[in-house]
């Protein structure tokens, strides 16, 4: 079973990635880690890609395309994978559908999980990091014993860069100018799934294992 997650920064397509990957025993794959993973193991993908890195620039999408079929081609993948967060535009999409046709081999699904954006700003903007060990908290879904202050180590939370209204705003504004696009072209291929995002995580893992099958 060959998925995507597809979904808005904040629509938690990656939790339910996680939880899919346990439940079907498939690999969770981000373009992240596969960075990281090469430029660790100094291969020569990931050598090509952390000289990009270096300079501030993005990685090429030739030389994501083939460090994702780098790592699609290993043992785990066999029966199977996630791909969270890849492809990220309609070029990364084309690519990614004829380097997976050159090996005769189709996606299966492409889950989409849907959340209007004024949620998503909401559910981002309650997030807080604790300052000393990094553990995360939500004021509202899952709030420190006493507020601003961690309960594993005691040090003060704070609201990250990235969680600001402000900040969620603009990530979504480019979320919807390059990464929207997709749903429409994965729903010509007739592979696209919708679900609402907004349910309680076990039901939105239930609508999901609905489509997948038991």
Do not use: W
Request: some cysteine.
């Amino acid at each position: 079973m060959k998925i995507i997650m597809l979904g808005a920064p904040g629509a938690g397509k990656g939790t339910q990635a996680e939880m899919i990957a346990e439940k079907y025993d498939l690999p969770h794959i981000s373009t992240g880690d596969i960075f990281r993973a090469n430029i660790k193991a100094g291969t020569e993908l990931g050598n090509k890609a952390k000289a990009y890195m270096d300079k501030g620039q993005l990685v090429p999408d030739s030389l994501t395309i083939d460090l994702v079929m780098d790592r699609l081609s290993q043992p785990d993948c066999d029966g199977g994978y996630i791909l969270d967060g890849f492809p990220r535009t309609i070029p990364q999409a084309v690519s990614l559908t004829k380097a997976l046709r050159d090996r005769g081999e189709t996606l299966d699904y492409a889950i989409n999980v849907h959340v209007p954006d004024e949620r998503i700003v909401s559910r981002m903007s309650g997030r807080r990091a604790c300052s000393g060990c990094g553990q995360t908290y939500h004021m509202v879904f899952a709030p420190p014993k006493t507020e601003g202050i961690c309960n594993k180590c005691g040090s003060e939370l704070f609201l990250r860069d990235d969680d600001k209204p402000e900040t969620v705003k603009k990530r979504l504004a480019v979320y919807h100018n390059q990464t929207q696009p997709l749903i429409e072209y994965y729903g010509k291929q007739r592979i696209l799934r919708t679900v609402d995002g907004t349910k309680d995580m076990e039901d939105v893992f239930q609508d999901i294992t609905n489509i997948l099958g038991a």
